[in-house]
């Protein structure tokens, strides 16, 4: 095993990034946000990645959230500006990525590390398994945009119990409440992850990317990405090639 607390490969068509701390039970630092950050960068670069999954080695927790060793005694300023803009920064670019992300819960996902785990398209968790926002116990919030991903799944009544009581849902629960797509026993998680990415790769890679970008444009509105898709959907016509082909020889465009 690596002593990596992050660990990061691709096989094939699937890229897998793998949380490895698991003497303190994948409490996410400062450096392994920036390993995920890395990562991401270099399945952005690969254009032979089809899917991105989110894994863990620890048998009890997927993530047990921000290692509060980190967080605990930073100034109240340098929590938001830097603590929560950095994670924030980082999970983002996970959800925007083109490609389909799961999250394979194997074991429990609490605080930060089932905020990582709903920057992912897609979560399947074995019935062991459990998550949950236990901030309030500490004199904190979900910091990493949990209370707004809470709201938009689950709704107002389900995300303040969550918040609020800050006690973790079983699996059997969380797949209810539209919190895990699915819920499995241990020993088949893998084989179910397994099937999926089968699926995934038989999809068409530009239904998948533009289907991504219209479901975020439909669940923010942010003007970002519909001038991100409507730049994409422009950049594919023929006079675009026209265009770019009349720009570079120096003579008017000839537009169909």
Known sequence: MSDQDVIFHISNDVATITLNRVSRHNALTGAMLAQIDDALEAVEQDSRVRVL???????????????????????????????????????????????????????SALGGGFELALSCDLRYAAN??????????????PGWMG??????????????????????????????????????????????????????????????????????ISETGDADLVHEFAASVCKSTPDAVEGVRAFREKRPANFT
Not at 128 to 141: D, K, L, M, R, Y
């Open 53 to 107: 999954l989110i894994r863990s080695t620890s048998p009890r927790f997927f993530s047990s959230g921000a290692d509060i060793n980190e967080w605990g005694d930073i100034s109240p300023e340098r929590m938001g500006s830097h603590w929560i803009r950095t994670g924030n920064r980082i999970f983002r670019r996970l959800a925007e990525l083109d490609i389909p992300t799961i999250a394979v819960l194997s074991a």
């Open 147 to 216: 209370c707004k991903k809470l709201l938009d799944l689950v709704g107002p009544t389900r995300a303040r119990e969550m918040v609020l009581l800050g006690q973790p849902l079983e699996a059997s629960r969380a797949v209810e409440f539209g919190l895990v797509n699915a819920v499995v026993a241990p020993e088949l998680l893998e084989h179910h992850v397994e099937e999926v990415c089968s699926i995934l790769r038989t999809r068409s890679r530009a239904s998948l990317s533009v289907g991504k970008r219209l479901l975020r």
């Open 128 to 141: 062991t398994a459990s998550v949950g926002f236990p901030e309030a116990a500490v004199g904190a919030i």
